[in-house]
């Protein structure tokens, strides 16, 4: 079985300030990894995933995530918050077996930037 | 053409009605993907379309019916359904050169 755990329901962060959202995961053999952000109302936007190589992978949007095998964490961070960042941002995870996939998503962050 | 298209945008049935949600993808991908999510929850698969065949079926109760006439085209059936079955339906598809699976903006579904 593979599980995502997003130990934060909300995090607020300032303009500015640099932020992280938490995302630890548990699958057996190589982890497909991913970020998605939600809008109110809205389907889920790609950020970032993680396949295989440099263990920090950039996104959109300015974002980037560093995948830590022994800690098996895959942790959203960016350098400078905006305003328009605040949303709802699901960590997800996969075998990547393509056409057989299963993407199981960690329970949500809520992030809220505050001016 | 990058994106996945969801009709209706909102729909509202009553128990008895049959209705159907459609989704539509010209980036070529041969994966598509059904997904139910409820408020302030993540989304939860319920079907995956491979090449046009079912591949997986979560379980999900029978008066949700799936069909995938084409490569680019994805519909949901829905029949006799219950109002704890309101909630986002949310259709993805994705290729094997990229892995990440690319959602449509949803159907928010109302059952009475």
């Known amino acids: 079985a593979q599980s995502v755990a997003q130990p934060e329901d909300q995090v607020n962060v300032a303009e500015g300030n640099p932020l992280t959202v938490k995302c630890t995961y548990s699958?057996?053999?190589?982890?497909?990894l991913f970020w998605y952000v939600q809008y109110p109302n809205r389907g889920l936007q790609f950020l970032l995933k993680?396949?295989?190589?440099?263990?920090l992978v950039k996104g959109s949007y300015g974002f980037e995530a560093e995948f830590n095998k022994s800690q098996t964490s895959f942790h959203l961070k960016k350098p400078s918050a905006l305003v328009s960042d605040s949303a709802l941002y699901f960590c997800?995870?996969?075998?990547?077996?393509?056409?057989?996939?299963?993407?199981?998503f960690g329970t949500g962050t809520r992030l809220t930037i505050i001016p | 053409d990058t994106e996945v298209t969801q009709t209706p945008k909102h729909l509202v049935m009553g128990m008895t009605n049959k209705k159907s949600l459609k989704c539509e993808q010209h980036?070529?991908?041969?994966?598509m993907y059904w997904y139910k999510q409820k408020a302030k929850k993540p989304p939860e698969l319920m079907f995956v379309?491979?090449?046009?065949?079912?591949?997986i079926n979560e379980s999900v109760p029978s008066r949700f019916s799936p069909e995938c006439p084409n490569s680019s085209l994805l519909n949901l059936h829905l029949h006799a359904l219950q109002p704890e079955d309101s909630a986002l339906y949310l259709c993805?598809?994705?290729?094997?050169?990229?892995?990440?699976?690319?959602f449509g903006p949803g159907t928010r579904l109302t059952v009475l």
């Open positions: 993805a598809s994705s290729t094997p050169s990229y892995n990440e699976q690319f």
């Open positions: 699958v057996s053999g190589n982890p497909y």
């Open positions: 993680y396949i295989t190589g440099d263990n």
């Open positions: 997800a995870v996969s075998k990547g077996n393509f056409g057989n996939e299963k993407l199981t």
């Open positions: 980036m070529g991908h041969r994966a």
């Open positions: 379309y491979s090449y046009e065949k079912l591949s």
